[in-house]
């Protein structure tokens, strides 16, 4: 009985959201805090990089190491089809991605190994850290160019 | 809807005002002094990247060379699709056989070296505040970059907006030389003021337009909608931005912002030529668009 009426209430939502956009998917949420977390940590070694706060090797590191595994979390279910800004509401997602996705890969894992770099030289000093946040940067914006729509 | 057919009376009344026809006919500045400026291409390449030419004129793929002024690129507007020109110093299918003359009259004015008007999607709204010797050293400058065979491609916009000749009761109305920003400034806001106003064009994409697509001045730089699609380009003025100097001119050079978010969209191109100037010119602009909020 409980899940009969489960269901009928799913169906109805269903229905009522549809002439709407397609229930927003859980993904979309999962992505985005994802990057809130790339720019959390990110803002330590760029926050040094640009003389907003003194550079500290130890602190630098754990935000290097940091962004290591954050952009080693497998992308799988993240990016699931239909969730572009064009199908979905509350996306930045432009769905050239998904028309261009070796192109995405690629730009994902151009993120991956400038990472890397920054983690080797994170502790050994202010100007290393500043090139490498450079490059790191120059990824996230190559795929920000392409791949995601401005705000509403 | 609505908006459109508004837009096409509007035009439409504008063209049938026989007495305003005469006004429509190109205005272009002396050809004598232009041709006589001496074009230093070391200067130009600034220039260029501070007016951001290759933005619009490069070809539109992915990893597209900066320097091959191939056009190619498509700009949609309310009045149809705009296609970027090739102005490469290829002879036949650029503009290799231009005078330095025709260049300065077409990038400050709007106007073809065949007498045409061209459309305000190219922002010469924003050039004619240029210095003449500027423009004349970025021509000396575009002159060396590659030369490319791409045809130029025809625009995609219906009756009435493709009358060129409409264009030129366009500018009567709107074309302005004057500074938008007209209080006492200090040298290094009036440089700022020359970079955004005259050569940078922000306002082209972060100031609202009116129905005929021109911009609104009493709204400068506070926001707007992405012609080209979902969004909302930011305001960079008003009450809706609270950046300091530095936090702007940190973003001008690295891409970041306050929040450690990374530029995208078409303020990328932006931020890669500028971060190839002086550090002065993005504090310059930094200086600029504080003073936007007295």
């Known amino acids: 009985m409980a899940v009969k009426r489960t269901l009928a209430s799913v169906v109805l939502g269903a229905v009522l959201a549809l002439p709407a956009f397609a229930d927003e998917d859980p993904a979309i949420a999962a992505r985005q805090g994802q990057f809130k977390l790339f720019a959390h940590n990110f803002g330590v070694v760029g926050g040094m990089a640009q003389g907003r706060m003194d550079y500290d090797a130890e602190m630098a590191q ?40 070796d192109d995405f890969v690629s730009k994902f894992v151009d993120l991956q190994n400038a990472v890397e770099d920054l983690q080797g030289v994170a502790g050994s000093g202010l100007d290393e850290v500043r090139a490498s946040v450079m490059a790191v940067g120059g990824t996230c914006q190559a795929c920000h160019e392409d791949y995601r729509d401005e705000e509403s | 809807m609505l908006r459109r057919v508004v837009l096409i009376l509007v035009m439409i009344g504008l063209i049938a005002a026989g007495a305003l026809w005469v006004l429509s006919a190109p205005r272009v500045p002396d050809s004598d002094t232009l041709a006589r400026l001496d074009g230093e291409p070391e200067r130009g390449r600034d220039v260029f990247l501070a007016a951001g030419c290759g933005s619009c004129h490069m070809a539109p793929g992915r990893e597209a060379d900066p320097l091959v002024m191939s056009g190619g690129r498509e700009f949609v507007s309310d009045f149809g699709k705009f296609y970027a020109p090739n102005i490469s110093p290829d002879p036949e299918h650029g503009i290799g056989d231009w005078t330095q003359d025709q260049f300065i009259t077409a990038v400050m004015r709007g106007v073809s070296p065949g007498g045409q008007h061209y459309y305000p999607a190219f922002p010469y709204t924003a050039y004619i505040r240029a210095e003449p010797q500027d423009i004349a050293d ?47 400034l200090t040298e290094e806001e009036a440089r700022g003021r020359y970079l955004v106003e005259a050569l940078a064009h922000c306002a082209e994409c972060h100031t609202p337009r009116n129905m005929l697509g021109a911009l609104d001045s009493a709204r400068w730089m506070e926001g707007a909608p992405n012609p080209s699609g979902r969004g909302r380009i930011p305001p960079i003025a008003g009450e809706g931005f609270t950046w300091t100097a530095f936090d702007i001119s940190a973003y001008l050079e690295t891409g970041f912002t306050p929040e450690f978010d990374v530029v995208g969209g078409t303020m990328a191109a932006v931020v890669a030529n500028l971060q190839q100037l002086e550090s002065a010119e993005r504090e310059a602009i930094a200086a600029y668009l504080l003073r936007l909020r007295d």
């Open chain 1, 62 to 101: 754990t935000a290097a190491d940091n962004l290591f595994h954050l952009t080693r979390v497998d992308q799988g279910r993240l990016w699931p089809e239909g969730t572009d800004s064009a199908s979905s509401e509350g996306t930045r997602a432009n769905a050239d991605i998904w028309d261009n996705l």
């Open chain 2, 138 to 184: 970025l021509h000396a400058y575009m002159m060396t970059l590659p030369r490319d065979e791409t045809a130029s491609r025809d625009h995609d916009i219906g009756f009435p907006f493709n009358i060129r000749r409409a264009v030129g009761l366009w500018k009567t109305l709107f074309l302005q030389e004057e500074w938008v920003l007209t209080d006492d």
